[in-house]
């Protein structure tokens, strides 16, 4: 793994948005180049902590998902190599590992999530309501419990710093259309079928996750951004998963749960990590790694 990266510099590309972990630049008018860091966020705020290694490890594993799941649907990744879109080897360093060149789509306004369990902002809508997103549940789930079936529970796409809102499927007919809607909902639920079951013959279940999708000039939908990763899932160990409990995971669980330790009004600025936080995170990406790909 290289030296943590909290932030990209390039001067030979054009810096059209830093995310919470993604910086992207411009490169022509077709492509971006999307820059993993080793940035985490969570409670929407980005920490002033890297955690070494995770934005390699979010590339790879985005990379394996993107070329397994093309089948379902086409995906953003572009035939330019990194060194065609940042010839500077110099420049480039950095960036070795952690990057992909994509081709430049018009990314869709929704946050298309889907679960299959019952955890998190899920688990709160079913105890206030019986529901999530508008899909009614049975009576009587208990925490983390598996649902009788995937289901697709939308959510807005917040700018940098706040927060995401859980929508229902008409809210997003209503901002894309009906008919690419539906398509969206049954992309994604047909991408985290496929992935879950995969997952789980290696170990892992796929609690929960989130798909971005962008469509080309011809108007067809691709997958975009990150695909299953520890960031924009939950993993857990099937091995020891049990009903009622929050089970351990192998994302950003591990820094949630010890900054819920902590005096803090999950306002930025957020706090420094200790190093005991930071091994353990790294080490749970890894792994998630190792699992899913065979990669160290």
Known sequence: MSQPLLQSHLTSLPLIHRGKVRDLYAVGEDHLLIVTTDRISA????????IPGKGEVLTKISEFWFRKLEHIVPNQLADMSLAEAVPDAAERAPLEGRSLVVKRLKALPIEAVVRGYLIGSGWKDYQKTGQVCGNPLPAGLQLADRLPQPIYTPSTKAAVGDH???????????????????????????????????????GIIIADTKFEFGLDDE????????????????????????PGISPPSFDKQFVRDYLETLDWNKQAPGPELPPEVVQKTTEKYREALLRLTGAS
């Open 43 to 50: 409670f929407d705020v980005i920490l002033p902590t890297p």
């Open 219 to 242: 108007g067809v939908l691709h997958l975009i951004d990150e695909a299953l990763t520890p960031d924009s899932s939950r993993f857990w160990p099937a091995d020891t998963y049990r």
């Open 164 to 202: 995401d809102e859980n929508v229902d499927f008409d809210y997003t007919a209503e901002l894309v259309g009906p008919e690419l809607a539906a398509q969206v909902r049954q992309t994604a639920l047909a991408l985290y079928k496929a992935a879950a079951e995969y997952a789980l013959e290696r």
